[in-house]
């Protein structure tokens, strides 16, 4: 069921869910390997650092880098080997702890669709993971050199994706008047906090279209969006097509 890489995208080489009671010695893979933790908490090395892995915690571990894995009584993960071009000089690890629940439900289902041999539906979903991980990576990245002002919207905005958006409130919680907050947002995302907020909503969708087991309407619902057709104009403005058609595009490019 490996797919051939070569033409930039993530391709899929494995996916296997473990568990047990025993510690796992360290070892290296020739491909990227995404472990999310469901069960139990772990602690492992991986290039020299030592961190402790929770349930709901999402490690990826670059080729070729070397760890190991010391458990606390019962532990049960999702391990997925892939190749990606754009990891390609990375040598460290990514670790990102309380993965919501659509990430869980994604490496699920990349699981079950492995096991089925449903490799484009396999591959969509790894490439819908891989897009959070790099998204929340970014956001990560960013807010440590973000004024306090933006980085406490940015809070407020993740905590409350699909509140309707009240910038006067939103500005008042960052400390800052309205027009302040709109002066910040432009000069480091080019956009205002509203734009802000709706962009990063449809990024959202975009995401979720990639799960090709939820509907149109229900996606627009889960990223604020009650009216199908309102969801679906804002949508094409911002991506430039229909939600359908992002899906059907997406699902098709392997």
Request: one cysteine or more.
């Amino acid at each position: 069921m490996t797919s051939p890489a070569g033409d930039g995208v993530p391709r899929l080489h494995s996916a296997v869910a473990h568990h047990g009671v025993a510690d796992v010695r360290s070892h290296d893979h020739p491909h990227h390997e995404l472990i999310v933790v469901r069960t139990g908490t772990l602690d492992t090395r991986t290039a020299g650092r030592e961190l402790r892995l929770r349930a709901g915690s999402l490690q990826v571990i670059p080729a070729g880098v070397g760890h190991d894995q010391r458990c606390h009584g019962l532990w049960r993960t999702s391990c997925v080997l892939f190749d990606d071009p754009h990891l390609r000089r990375r040598d460290a690890p990514i670790v990102l702890d309380g993965c919501p629940p659509m990430v869980l439900r994604w490496t699920d289902d990349l699981l079950g669709a492995f096991d089925r041999g449903q490799a484009t539906i396999a591959e969509a979903l790894l490439r819908a993971v891989l897009a959070w991980v790099g998204q929340a990576v970014d956001v990560q990245a960013a807010a440590d050199d973000l004024p306090p002002a933006v980085a406490r919207a940015l809070t407020l905005i993740e905590a409350a994706p699909r509140a309707d958006p009240d910038i006067a409130a939103l500005a008042r919680a960052a400390g800052v008047s309205p027009g302040r907050l709109r002066v910040l947002f432009q000069r480091y995302f080019g956009c205002g906090p509203l734009r802000f907020i709706h962009r990063q909503r449809l990024e959202s969708a975009a995401r979720l279209l990639l799960d090709p087991y939820l509907p149109v309407g229900e996606i627009g619902r889960r990223c604020g969006y009650p009216d199908a057709n309102y969801f679906a104009r804002r949508f094409a403005a911002e991506l430039g097509c229909s939600p359908r058609a992002f899906r059907v595009r997406s699902l098709r490019h392997r």
